[in-house]
């Protein structure tokens, strides 16, 4: 598998650079635009240029118009930006701050399925299931067929305690854990929710430790991130830390999790942690 996925990365690479080796950034007085053989195709007047994947973003004050490699505008205003999995589509937070999808030719698409459980996954054939009542790690790859599916056998020193009482693993299920392979990086499939004396917190199997205190008064798990809830306040652990403070939060859509402040504002919050408020 690794030597073909990384001959994959390869090709991938060389047709990028194919596709971007006859375009070139144009500097003139501070400001920036790109060139296709000569003609210009994205104007000079932007505060900086990039490519990005396969399109070209152009960034003026604080927001960024968005080219095709050829220089057909597919975005203008976006606040911010992401290219999902297979980099043909972008998730756009637009200046009127609504979220929006297209394709790497401007082509609007509808809203994407999305899983927030069981996040995006870069080899959809590929399922863990861990059963931690058996200590079984189980690697799945169904179009290779059962004979080669693989084994292996995880230990733990200790048990969860019996003080502790078993709520969920990293998929919201208390028996068995299964889970594809992540865009985003998932949680650490060793963490699972547990509550002490009516509160919740995170156990870490391997480690025999809780890794967030039992001072929660609800926790969901989502495969890449939880939501904490303590006395009516939310965050998502691990991208915004494990302190509650917004009145409102939703479990994110690929790169965003709508918000709503104490103070009644609303916005986008991105999983880098940076907020965007509407308008």
Known sequence: MKPIFSLFLFLISVSYNAQTDHLIIKRESNKYGVLNDGKIIVPVIYDSVKFEKKIISAKIDNHFDLYSLNGKIIALKAK??????????LQILNFRNQIEYIDNYGIKLEKLPFYSN??????????????????????????????????????YEQKIPKRIRLISFMNSHNSQFAINRSFFETLNRNFAVVKIKGKYG????????????????????????????????????????????????????YFFSRFETVDNKKGWVDRNGIEYYDN
């Open 80 to 89: 911010k930006f992401f290219h999902l999995k297979n980099e043909e589509e």
């Open 118 to 155: 069981y996040g995006i996954s870069i080899f959809e054939n590929i399922e863990e299931q861990i059963d931690f009542k058996k200590n079984i790690i189980k690697s799945l790859y169904p179009s290779s067929g059962a004979k080669n599916d693989t084994l292996r056998v995880i230990q």
């Open 202 to 253: 995170v156990w870490k199997y391997d480690e025999n430790r809780m890794i967030l205190s039992n001072i929660y008064d609800k926790i969901i798990a989502y495969n890449t991130h939880l939501i904490l809830e303590k006395n009516g306040l939310f965050t998502i652990y691990p991208n915004l830390g494990k302190i509650p403070k917004y009145k409102r939060i939703f479990p994110y859509e």
